[in-house]
């Protein structure tokens, strides 16, 4: 039990951290973590239905999702200066954990056709952004 502490301090010590800090810390380390793990997990799914679309239109799908994060990205930094910081975190969070169930929805029960093309266009193209 005496190895506890010492190595706490360590911890804190080599961070800097206040007391306190380090729920926030391994907090903030295991939504990291999650995130790429969950991208890791996306993006051959995004890539294989790109494929399956159309390799031609591929480079199309990847210039798309290009400009349309340059767009999102100034929009974002737009927002970020006129709404408050904690409002605007969790909203962009709900955003985007929003998008994620309506396209796992619309994904499963649209049939494959133009409609659902269209989907996964835009699918494509907000998994891009994401990430």
Do not use: H
């Not at 190895?3 to 804190?12: C, M, N």
């Not at 499963?108 to 907000?126: A, E, H, R, V």
Request: proline share 2%; net charge positive.
């Amino acid at each position: 039990m005496q190895k506890t502490p010492a190595l706490q301090e360590k911890i804190y010590r080599i961070f800097s951290l206040e007391t306190g800090e380090a729920k926030l810390l391994f907090s903030s380390l295991a939504m990291m973590f999650l995130l790429f793990a969950s991208y890791a997990f996306l993006r051959p799914i995004r890539d294989a239905l790109g494929i399956e679309n159309s390799v031609k239109e591929l480079k199309w799908l990847f210039f798309a999702t290009f400009i349309f994060t340059l767009l999102c990205s100034l929009l974002a930094m737009n927002l970020s200066g006129k709404i408050k910081r904690k409002l605007y975190a969790d909203g962009i969070f709900a955003f985007f954990a929003s998008n994620l169930v309506l396209f796992y929805f619309a994904m499963i029960f649209i049939q494959k056709g133009d409609i659902f093309l269209s989907i996964f266009m835009s699918y494509f193209l907000c998994l891009g952004e994401y990430f």
